[in-house]
């Protein structure tokens, strides 16, 4: 959620990758072979501190050493676990063989016969919130895009932003620096939960 890398390049996350001291995690994405950087908001700087606080057993020096793991051995553990989390919250689509109960919303949407499932609600839609959030919040698309890794603005635009009916009324610059200074953390700033919490709470639609 704090990087928008697929799942993939989230699994095979090299430590060498992560510049804790810089603010930045460089990375190659194995789709597009584009090399993004990616800002460490304290959020994920948690997570990784984490995760690099753990002994290196060997090489490749893997970030998350057991995530690739299951990775490797099957590309769909991730999203998996996701989405079970996902139907606990009660987002599934329901099975005509199963008992029905009533549900929040899909996490997949069919499309052309040939084509995998849509996400809507599992470990690839973060990275769609991620492009939604920042865009909307004024954060200039080239910026989003280096990012991402995504070759063409286009493909940001068609597939990965995805405004609400309330993104589309008149925003001050004002309204989008504050949204943006609150998610524009610097690494070196301490996260206070309780004042995001605030500001969040304090957000309408409109804002």
């Given at each position: 959620?704090?990087?928008?890398?697929?799942?993939?390049?989230?699994?095979?996350?090299?430590?060498?990758?992560?510049?804790?001291?810089?603010?930045?995690?460089?990375?190659?994405?194995?789709?597009?072979?584009?090399?993004?950087?990616?800002?460490?908001?304290?959020?994920?700087?948690?997570?990784?501190?984490?995760?690099?606080?753990?002994?290196?057993?060997?090489?490749?020096?893997?970030?998350?050493?057991?995530?690739?793991?299951?990775?490797?051995?099957?590309?769909?553990?991730?999203?998996?676990?996701?989405?079970?989390?996902?139907?606990?919250?009660?987002?599934?689509?329901?099975?005509?063989?199963?008992?029905?109960?009533?549900?929040?919303?899909?996490?997949?949407?069919?499309?052309?016969?040939?084509?995998?499932?849509?996400?809507?609600?599992?470990?690839?839609?973060?990275?769609?919130t991620w492009v939604t959030v920042?865009?909307?919040?004024?954060?200039?698309?080239?910026?989003?895009?280096?990012?991402?890794?995504?070759?063409?603005?286009?493909?940001?635009?068609?597939?990965?932003?995805?405004?609400?009916?309330?993104?589309?009324?008149?925003?001050?610059?004002?309204?989008?620096?504050?949204?943006?200074?609150?998610?524009?953390?610097?690494?070196?700033?301490?996260?206070?939960?309780?004042?995001?919490?605030?500001?969040?709470?304090?957000?309408?639609?409109?804002?």
């Amino acid at each position: 959620m704090c990087t928008a890398m697929r799942r993939g390049d989230c699994c095979t996350l090299l430590r060498s990758s992560v510049g804790l001291e810089g603010g930045f995690v460089t990375v190659k994405t194995a789709k597009t072979e584009e090399t993004v950087q990616i800002p460490i908001f304290p959020l994920l700087r948690g997570g990784l501190e984490k995760a690099l606080a753990k002994p290196a057993l060997r090489p490749p020096f893997y970030a998350f050493p057991e995530l690739e793991t299951h990775y490797r051995l099957n590309p769909d553990h991730l999203t998996d676990r996701v989405r079970r989390a996902m139907k606990t919250a009660g987002f599934f689509n329901p099975k005509e063989n199963e008992a029905q109960r009533p549900s929040r919303g899909a996490v997949q949407q069919e499309r052309e016969p040939g084509l995998r499932k849509a996400s809507l609600r599992d470990f690839h839609s973060f990275r769609v919130t991620w492009v939604t959030v920042a865009l909307t919040a004024g954060v200039p698309l080239e910026i989003v895009q280096k990012v991402t890794g995504h070759r063409t603005t286009a493909i940001v635009l068609k597939h990965y932003f995805q405004p609400g009916r309330g993104s589309f009324g008149a925003r001050s610059p004002e309204s989008c620096r504050r949204w943006w200074a609150i998610a524009r953390c610097r690494a070196n700033d301490e996260f206070n939960m309780a004042e995001l919490r605030a500001k969040l709470t304090a957000m309408e639609d409109s804002t």
